[in-house]
Protein backbone atom coordinates (compact mmCIF):
# COMPACT_ATOMS: atom_id res chain seq x y z
CA UNK A 1 0.00 0.00 0.00
CA UNK A 2 1.24 3.48 -0.71
CA UNK A 3 0.07 5.95 1.72
CA UNK A 4 -0.84 6.22 5.14
CA UNK A 5 -3.89 3.84 6.37
CA UNK A 6 -4.85 6.47 9.29
CA UNK A 7 -4.73 9.48 7.00
CA UNK A 8 -6.27 8.90 3.73
CA UNK A 9 -4.98 5.73 2.14
CA UNK A 10 -3.50 5.19 -1.33
CA UNK A 11 -5.07 8.84 -2.75
CA UNK A 12 -3.17 10.85 0.11
CA UNK A 13 -0.01 8.95 0.22
CA UNK A 14 0.45 9.14 -3.68
CA UNK A 15 0.29 12.79 -3.35
CA UNK A 16 2.75 12.70 -0.52
CA UNK A 17 5.10 10.51 -2.57
CA UNK A 18 4.58 13.49 -5.37
CA UNK A 19 5.01 15.91 -3.28
CA UNK A 20 8.15 15.14 -1.93
CA UNK A 21 9.60 14.05 -5.23
CA UNK A 22 9.10 17.25 -6.85
CA UNK A 23 10.30 18.60 -3.32
CA UNK A 24 6.83 20.72 -2.27
CA UNK A 25 6.17 21.56 1.28
CA UNK A 26 9.33 20.14 2.44
CA UNK A 27 11.15 20.62 5.87
CA UNK A 28 14.70 21.20 6.25
CA UNK A 29 17.35 18.46 6.15
CA UNK A 30 18.03 18.81 9.65
CA UNK A 31 14.43 18.25 10.44
CA UNK A 32 13.69 15.51 8.47
CA UNK A 33 17.28 13.82 9.70
CA UNK A 34 15.48 14.10 13.31
CA UNK A 35 12.45 13.03 12.60
CA UNK A 36 14.30 9.74 10.05
CA UNK A 37 16.20 9.25 13.41
CA UNK A 38 12.94 9.43 15.80
CA UNK A 39 11.29 6.42 13.36
CA UNK A 40 14.66 4.52 12.43
CA UNK A 41 14.39 4.05 16.67
CA UNK A 42 11.08 3.51 16.65
CA UNK A 43 9.81 -0.46 16.87
CA UNK A 44 7.37 -0.23 14.11
CA UNK A 45 9.97 1.23 11.54
CA UNK A 46 11.12 -1.82 9.05
CA UNK A 47 14.84 -1.81 8.21
CA UNK A 48 15.44 -1.53 4.65
CA UNK A 49 16.69 -4.64 2.86
CA UNK A 50 19.46 -2.96 1.64
CA UNK A 51 20.70 -0.98 4.75
CA UNK A 52 20.38 -2.18 8.41
CA UNK A 53 20.97 1.40 9.45
CA UNK A 54 17.74 3.43 7.60
CA UNK A 55 13.94 2.75 7.80
CA UNK A 56 11.72 2.23 5.05
CA UNK A 57 8.27 2.09 6.07
CA UNK A 58 6.03 2.50 9.28
CA UNK A 59 4.27 -0.07 10.35
CA UNK A 60 2.31 1.74 12.50
CA UNK A 61 0.75 3.15 9.24
CA UNK A 62 2.20 1.62 6.14
CA UNK A 63 4.33 5.16 4.75
CA UNK A 64 7.52 4.95 3.17
CA UNK A 65 9.56 6.87 5.37
CA UNK A 66 11.77 8.96 3.51
CA UNK A 67 8.98 10.64 1.86
CA UNK A 68 6.82 11.04 4.49
CA UNK A 69 9.28 12.89 7.10
CA UNK A 70 10.08 15.62 4.28
CA UNK A 71 6.71 16.86 4.08
CA UNK A 72 5.52 19.70 6.98
CA UNK A 73 1.85 19.24 7.07
CA UNK A 74 2.94 14.72 7.60
CA UNK A 75 3.16 13.50 11.35
CA UNK A 76 3.47 10.27 13.46
CA UNK A 77 0.38 8.46 13.83
CA UNK A 78 2.31 7.55 16.80
CA UNK A 79 2.78 10.67 18.11
CA UNK A 80 6.75 10.89 17.93
CA UNK A 81 6.70 14.08 15.60
Known amino acids: MVGCRKCGGVARGTLGVAR?????????NGAIKQRLNICRSCGQSVKCR????????CNACGCWLKHKARLR?????????
Open 20 to 28: SLFNLHILS
Open 50 to 57: HNDNQACR
Open 73 to 81: NETCPLDKW
